[in-house]
């Protein structure tokens, strides 16, 4: 039976991680908003804003606990998506667009992570900021040029968080949102295109 075969298992369970997908980046899209509000993009007030934030705006440590545990959700969810479509033999062409927005939102996923690394200028995103960009010059041809455009200048500062924090915060952000959406409507559509198919092969003639 229908139920009974692992690949239709496997691309439901797919679609249910996409709606988790959608409901992560939701929440931390809608966290960040509330966090933008008291947070200022500064080497100065960057990290007492978040201090602010935690302890002494209401509820500010739950949005703060909520826009971790989202952003961090979202990223180990779909690097999980992509197994679960690969083990359910979605890299077919029929589910290219599930495929393709699964991918970009992983690596959307990771530069989410990867832009608030100095976001809270701590002594330890600012050094693995620093060693990673380091690696980034190293590319040939355009690493000298991406990290002048990351950092702002010559040297890790205020300006390198205000380009860090719009890229987070409104780039990124934005184009996850937009992804979701796209990954989840995807693959219903193939969940209806699959039920339809099932059904006309069990359909008397």
């Not at 359910?88 to 690596?107: C, M, N």
């Not at 100095?118 to 380091?134: C, K, T, V």
Request: net charge neutral.
């Amino acid at each position: 039976m229908k139920n009974e075969d692992p690949n239709f298992r496997l691309q439901r369970l797919s679609t249910v991680l996409a709606v988790a997908i959608l409901t992560l980046v939701l929440m931390a899209s809608v966290s960040g908003l509330l966090l933008a509000v008291y947070y200022e993009p500064s080497a100065g007030a960057a990290s007492s804003s978040l201090k602010q934030i935690g302890t002494e705006v209401p509820f500010g440590w739950l949005v703060l606990t909520v826009h971790h545990l989202a952003g961090n959700g979202f990223l180990i969810v779909a690097l999980v998506q992509i197994i679960v479509m690969f083990l359910g033999q979605q890299f077919r062409p029929s589910w290219i667009v599930g495929w393709v927005s699964g991918i970009l939102l992983t690596l959307n996923a990771v530069g989410l992570g990867w832009t608030s690394m100095i976001l809270d200028w701590s002594q330890q995103g600012f050094w693995r900021f620093r060693i990673e960009l380091g690696t980034i010059e190293a590319v040939p041809l355009i690493g000298s040029a991406l990290r002048t455009i990351l950092v702002g200048g010559d040297t890790i500062s205020s300006q390198t968080i205000v380009r860090l924090y719009t890229l987070h915060s409104y780039v990124l952000s934005l184009v996850a949102v937009g992804l979701a959406i796209v990954h989840l409507v995807g693959l219903t559509i193939r969940d209806r295109e699959i039920e339809t198919a099932d059904l006309t092969l069990r359909s008397p003639e």
